[in-house]
Structures are given as structure tokens and as C-alpha cells.
């Protein structure tokens, strides 16, 4: 019987017949924890993914569960909330089930540590928080926030505010990064005081953000949120004002999520390929999975940005707002 249901070994088409039809008619299901104990194996992946609610963590973890599926494995996922002791405490889930490998968008250094010292394969997504432990795929975060700064200094803004979150990740620096290096290639000074740094993790707190920008500079033509989350909140308290986009203020973002291309008007933004970025992310940790070899050196993949130009950026005019 065993040698039937675990596909291993030899048995004759009648007997693997008959041990088929008794499985069918008693309802039996094998017992993957009691395999995986056995084995000391499992067939199942840990993702840790920081919030849900985002369409771009989202689409990342869809991409992560096609490829492990067409593998064979399955996904178990787990939502952190962005919290260190959450991801500690899913670190710790994972290892009690013995996954082979575990693939997140980390918080902190200390879970990439401990699931690569209980012998885990990890591939960091998104972003990368430690360069010692585990391999990573990542976007071009500087070249895409660069990407998109320039073509709204090309068009001739001069004033432009940035809405960032966080930046002490490598997807945020990046970011900050691409702004300060775009003005600098056009000559442009970046005014730091045009720059809403730690503007929330909800669209709430990044409408306030904009919202403050916009009173201490009421001279500014263009605003670049740096996530879509940030990008709602900004968009929304624009429209509370009534300042229209981009007649009076031109809009861009970071992360290319479906709302940006059904709102009027449509809103300039960043690509990540999000969902190809998930897809990468399970190959890097199938094939390393695969190979066996724990001392290879680590894989660094960067996915290249798109920049998707829409209806909500256009020159500055002279009305103001």
C-alpha cells in the first residue's frame, strides 16, 4: 500500500488497482505531517509576506505560488504585518514544520539569520536586509524612482515633492536614492524640505503627508508617492482639495497596481513586475533546493523597472492651485 500512494518503489498494475479503489471507498488520506516527520522533508514552502491588503505584495505572492505549484510544492503563507516579533513568530511556525525552504519580504536581519542557522533556504524579496544570509531578488529601485523623477523634470517640473514611507530598507533608500540622482543628472538642487519622509504605511497617514506638503509648498507642480499605497492617500487628499490632476499638480508613483490604470485621470507610475518578481523568487529557492549545496555563494537578482507613463502628468502650468 505504501509503496502505492508514495509513488515510490514497484507494484503491478492490479494490486496498484486495488489499493486505489479501497483508498477511494474509505475516503483515506495520507498524512503529510507524519511523511514529512519520517522523511524529514516536507513539500511545503514558508512565504512571509508584510501586508496582504497591498496589490503589490499580493501579486508577489501569486507569482511565488504558480511556480512552487508547477514544482510541485505548496505554499504556506503567512502574513507579518511589517512587524519584527510577527515574522519572529511565523520564523519559528516554519521550523516546527521543517520547510526546505522560506521565501519573504523581511523585516529583520535576525529571521533571515535564524531560518538560514536551522539549515532553511531563504530568498529575500523585495528587499534585502541582510547581505550575509540567504539570496535575494530584488527591483531596481534607484534605476525605477530615478526613472520616474526624471521624466517629471523632463517635462519641466522644478518643484517636485517626494511622499516616502520608510527608508531604512533597501527598497525605500533606492528610492530616495533615484530622486536625489535624477535632479542631480538634470541640474537640478533637490530641495530637502520637499521631501515627506515617514508618511505612514496606510493611505490615511500618507493623505496627511501630502496634505502638509502641499500647505508648506504651495509652489509645487508635481508630487512623486513613493508606493501605491502612498500614492492612494495622495491622490485622495488631492482630490479633497479639488486641485486638479494634472492641469493644476501632476501625480506619479512606485508599484503599477490595477486602480491606477481605472481611476481618471490614469496615474503615471513604476512598474515592478511584481508578480514575475514572486516568480523569480521561487525559482532562485527551487533551484538552490535542487542543488544542495549550502556553501555556494548567494544569488543577487535585480528585476529592471518599467516606467508605464498615463494621463496624470503633464508640464506645469500657470494656474495655481
Same mark, same amino acid.
Given at each position: 500500500m505504501s509503496r502505492v500512494l508514495s509513488g515510490n518503489g514497484y507494484a503491478a498494475a492490479a494490486v496498484r488497482e486495488r489499493v486505489l479503489a479501497a483508498v477511494r471507498r474509505i475516503g483515506y488520506v495520507p498524512d503529510a505531517n507524519a511523511r514529512t516527520l519520517r522523511n524529514r522533508s516536507s513539500r511545503s514552502i514558508g512565504v512571509l509576506i508584510s501586508d496582504l491588503r497591498d496589490p503589490f505584495y499580493a501579486d508577489l505572492a501569486a507569482g +511565488?505560488?504558480?511556480? %512552487? !505549484?508547477?514544482?510541485?510544492?505548496?505554499? +504556506? %503563507?503567512v502574513n507579518d504585518n511589517g512587524q519584527a516579533h510577527e515574522e519572529m513568530r511565523a520564523v519559528t511556525e516554519f521550523l516546527a514544520m521543517r520547510v526546505p525552504g522560506v521565501i519573504l519580504t523581511p523585516v529583520s536581519a535576525r529571521a533571515v539569520k535564524t531560518l538560514h542557522q536551522q539549515g532553511i533556504r531563504v530568498v529575500q524579496a523585495d528587499r534585502r536586509v541582510s547581505r550575509r544570509y540567504g539570496d535575494a531578488v530584488l527591483g531596481a529601485n534607484e534605476a525605477g524612482a530615478e526613472m520616474v523623477t526624471r521624466h517629471l523634470l523632463d517635462l519641466g517640473h522644478r518643484r517636485i515633492g517626494l511622499v516616502i514611507d520608510e527608508t531604512r530598507w533597501t527598497s525605500g533608500a533606492g528610492r530616495l536614492a533615484g530622486y536625489h540622482a535624477a535632479h542631480q543628472a538634470a541640474g537640478v538642487p533637490a530641495d530637502e524640505r520637499l521631501i515627506a519622509r515617514n508618511a505612514g504605511f496606510d493611505p490615511e497617514a500618507a493623505g496627511k503627508a501630502t496634505g502638509r506638503l502641499l500647505d508648506e509648498h504651495p509652489d509645487l507642480t508635481a508630487v512623486f508617492a513613493a508606493n501605491n499605497v502612498l500614492a492612494q492617500g495622495a491622490l485622495q487628499e488631492i482630490q479633497r482639495r479639488g486641485v486638479a490632476v494634472p492641469r493644476q499638480l501632476s501625480l506619479a508613483a512606485y508599484d503599477d497596481v490595477p486602480w491606477m490604470s481605472m481611476v !481618471?485621470? /490614469?496615474?503615471?507610475? +513604476? /512598474?515592478?513586475?511584481? +508578480?514575475?518578481l514572486g516568480r523569480r523568487s521561487a525559482r532562485v529557492l527551487l533551484d538552490r533546493l535542487a542543488e544542495g549545496d549550502p556553501d555556494r555563494g548567494t544569488t543577487v537578482l535585480n528585476l529592471e523597472p518599467e516606467l508605464v507613463v498615463r494621463s496624470s502628468t503633464a508640464p506645469p502650468t500657470r494656474n495655481p492651485r
Open positions: +511565488v505560488e504558480q511556480e %512552487l !505549484r508547477t514544482a510541485g510544492y505548496h505554499m +504556506v %503563507l !481618471r485621470p /490614469s496615474i503615471t507610475t +513604476v /512598474s515592478q513586475h511584481s +508578480v514575475e
